[in-house]
C-alpha cells in the first residue's frame, strides 16, 4: 500500500481493528483465494498484504509444505500481521510493489492482491515485475476492486455516503468533485496484454453489510483523507463523526466487487 498515512502505526492499528470486527474483508479474501486457485499451489505471493487478511485465507487451504511471500510497502501494517501471524509457511517482506522481483527471488504459482490494486501509483511496473516471477506454466494473478471504481460497473450510493458528502461541500464551499475512475478494463487488458498476461476474466461478487461497516471504514485514516485532502485531519473527522450521527448504522448495503484474474501469456525474458 501506498502513502504517508499507510506508514502510521495508529493507522495499521485502526484498520486491523476494522478488519477483525467486520466481516468484508474475510468475505473478499475468501473469493479471491477461490478464483486464484490457492489450495492448488505451493508459492503464493500477496501483493499488499496489509495486516494479512489474505494471508491468513491463503494458510486456511495452502498445505503443510506451502509458502505464502506477504508484500506490503508499510513495515507498520506488516508488523501488525507478523504479530498475528506466526506461521513458518509465512515470509513477510517490506518493499513497493514494482520492487517485488527483488523480494521474490522464486516463481510463484499464484499472486493475489486484496482491495489495494488501485492504490499503487502506477500498475504497470507492478506488472511486469509480476511477469517476471510468476511460474510461465500455470501462473495466475487475481485481484479485485470495488465496482464503483470501475469504469463501465454500476454501485448503489448509500445514504451516509450522501451525507458525508454534501457536508464536505458544505466545508469547502464548493461542490464535491469526485475522483476519477480507478480501473478501465479496456485499458487494463491493453496492459496486461502489452506485460505479458492474458486479458482478465472478470467476475461480479456482492458484499452484503451495514452502513455501521462503511462508517467504521472511514475511521481509518488512509481511508478518510482522499474524501477530503484538502481540510484539516480535525475537521474531515468532524465531518465524519455528523455524518454517522444523521445515518442509521443498521440499515443494510450492498457492496459489489469486480474480480479480474489473469495468467502469463508467454514467458518474459
Avoid: K
Avoid at 476492486?145 to 458528502?165: C, D, E, I, K
Avoid at 458544505?170 to 492474458?198: K, S
Amino acid at each position: 500500500m501506498q502513502g504517508n498515512l499507510w506508514r502510521s502505526p495508529l493507522n495499521a492499528e485502526i484498520y486491523d481493528r476494522y478488519v477483525c470486527e467486520h466481516g468484508i474483508y474475510r468475505f473478499l479474501s475468501r473469493h479471491l483465494v477461490g478464483l486464484a486457485g490457492v489450495a492448488d499451489a505451493l508459492r503464493v505471493l500477496d501483493l499488499a498484504c496489509g495486516t494479512g487478511a489474505a494471508t491468513r485465507a491463503c494458510l486456511d487451504v495452502l498445505g503443510a509444505d506451502g509458502e505464502v511471500i506477504a508484500l506490503d510497502a508499510s513495515a507498520e501494517m506488516v508488523a501488525v500481521a507478523r504479530a498475528q501471524l506466526p506461521d513458518t509457511r509465512v515470509r513477510f517482506a517490506v518493499a513497493p510493489a514494482a520492487d517485488l522481483a527483488r523480494v521474490c527471488r522464486r516463481p510463484v504459482d499464484r499472486a493475489l492482491c486484496n482491495a489495494s490494486f488501485w492504490h499503487f501509483p502506477s500498475p504497470r511496473p507492478v506488472l511486469r515485475a509480476l511477469a517476471r516471477i510468476l511460474d510461465p506454466v500455470g501462473g495466475v494473478f487475481v485481484f479485485n476492486v470495488a465496482a464503483a471504481m470501475v469504469r463501465g460497473a454500476t454501485a448503489p450510493v448509500h445514504p451516509f455516503q450522501v451525507t458525508l458528502t454534501r457536508l464536505v461541500e458544505q466545508a469547502r464551499g464548493e461542490l464535491h468533485q469526485p475522483e476519477p475512475l480507478e480501473v478501465d478494463p479496456v485499458l487494463l487488458d491493453q496492459m496486461l496484454v502489452e506485460e505479458g498476461f492474458e486479458p482478465a476474466e472478470q467476475t461480479a461478487v456482492c458484499y452484503r453489510g451495514t452502513q455501521a461497516e462503511l462508517m467504521d471504514l472511514l475511521e481509518i485514516p488512509a481511508l478518510l483523507e482522499p474524501l477530503a485532502p484538502d481540510l484539516s485531519p480535525a475537521t474531515r473527522e468532524a465531518l465524519l463523526h455528523r455524518a454517522r450521527r444523521a445515518s442509521d448504522p443498521d440499515e443494510p448495503v450492498d457492496v459489489p466487487w469486480i474480480y479480474f484474474r489473469t495468467r502469463l501469456q508467454r514467458m518474459v525474458v
